[in-house]
């Protein structure tokens, strides 16, 4: 009994930090916060540096949100590594998590061409000059059923048996994380995660999106929320015009249920009808 509540317990803890993680992005204002959010949570696990990509439906990978070396990744364009790269063909077919320091133990033990092989031991080489021993690379599918998503971090210098345990410690956390990128990201800045073939047909800009997300979640009426931003009623509703607009809706109160529904507000709190 112990032990299934203890486990209960720790359910109802993860699932609380997920809702946390979720909200806070969908809080940012902009693409810059956004970022620097995602930074603040990987450094609280321990992680100094990341890369989050898309790998769209045709191919292509996208990494809107990156800390790690641009030095390194020019190298990496330049020379035409990508081309041959076992790291981003596993992320392209794979959606289980693995050590970078695995695919290279694997690499080791299996003949390839001779371009093959030296593209990938240049790739592990010009990771260990910059610093990278070991990234733990989290693939997956992306939310909206376009493509694969993928989150690689990792410590600079830091040696691999201590990384190992680092991402044991903060795993469920880094792939709560990853998720909320994908979904939050989506939603509110389309522009930088999405492809013209996935762009959405709603793109509700961060403003209008901030004061509809303050009446969701903190049950706020219009007049309210501008007491609060200390704005004018007016500038608020000429605001959110364009979000009623996107949303085919009459109402303020009826574009914060619409946004509710697609995604663009996580709310954890019951909005009253009666609100205008």
Same mark, same amino acid.
């Given at each position: 009994?112990?032990?299934? *509540? ?10 609380? +930090? #997920?809702?946390?993680?979720?909200? !806070? ?15 603040? &949570? ?6 100094? #540096? ?16 990156? *800390?790690?070396?641009? #030095? /390194?990744?020019?190298? &990496? ?17 794979? @959606? ?7 695919? #290279? ?11 093959? *092989? ?17 990234? &733990?690379?989290?693939? %997956?599918?992306? !939310? ?16 691999? =048996? ?13 792939? @709560?994380?990853? +998720? $909320?990128?994908?979904?939050? %990201? ?8 999405? @492809?013209?073939?996935?762009? =959405? ?14 009446? +969701?979640?903190?049950? /706020? @009426? ?9 704005? !004018?009623?007016? *500038? ?5 015009? $364009? +979000? ?18 697609? %995604? ?7 909005? !009253?009808?009666?609100?205008?």
């Amino acid at each position: 009994m112990t032990n299934i *509540t203890s486990g209960r317990q720790q359910d109802i803890r993860h699932n609380v +930090a #997920e809702f946390q993680i979720y909200r !806070s992005l969908n809080s940012s204002r902009d693409f810059a916060e956004f970022n620097k959010l995602i930074g603040q &949570y990987l450094r609280s696990f321990g992680f100094d #540096e990341h890369a989050f990509g898309r790998v769209h439906t045709e191919g292509k990978i996208n990494t809107p949100s990156r *800390t790690t070396s641009t #030095e /390194m990744r020019e190298i &990496y364009y330049e020379e035409g590594l990508f081309e041959h790269s076992l790291i981003d063909q596993f992320v392209r077919n794979n @959606s289980k998590p693995i050590f970078q320091s695995e695919i #290279e133990n694997n690499f080791n033990t299996i003949s390839f061409s001779t371009d093959f *092989t030296k593209t990938n031991v240049r790739v592990f080489e010009l990771f260990k000059q910059f610093g990278y021993n070991d990234f &733990y690379i989290m693939p %997956g599918k992306a !939310s909206n059923g376009h493509g694969n998503i993928v989150l690689s971090v990792t410590h600079r210098d830091m040696e691999r =048996p201590e990384f190992r345990k680092k991402v044991e410690q903060a795993k469920h956390g880094l792939h @709560s994380l990853l +998720a $909320a990128i994908d979904y939050v %990201g989506t939603k509110k800045f389309p522009n930088f995660f999405l @492809s013209e073939e996935e762009s =959405p047909d709603i793109i509700i800009s961060p403003r209008p999106l901030e004061i509809l997300t303050l009446m +969701a979640q903190e049950d /706020m @009426s219009l007049q309210e929320t501008a007491d609060h931003l200390g704005r !004018s009623v007016h *500038t608020l509703n000429q605001q959110v015009a $364009a +979000a009623r607009r996107a949303f085919g809706v009459d109402t303020t109160i009826g574009a914060v249920y619409q946004a509710i529904r697609e %995604g663009l507000i996580v709310c954890d709190k019951k909005t !009253s009808a009666s609100r205008s």
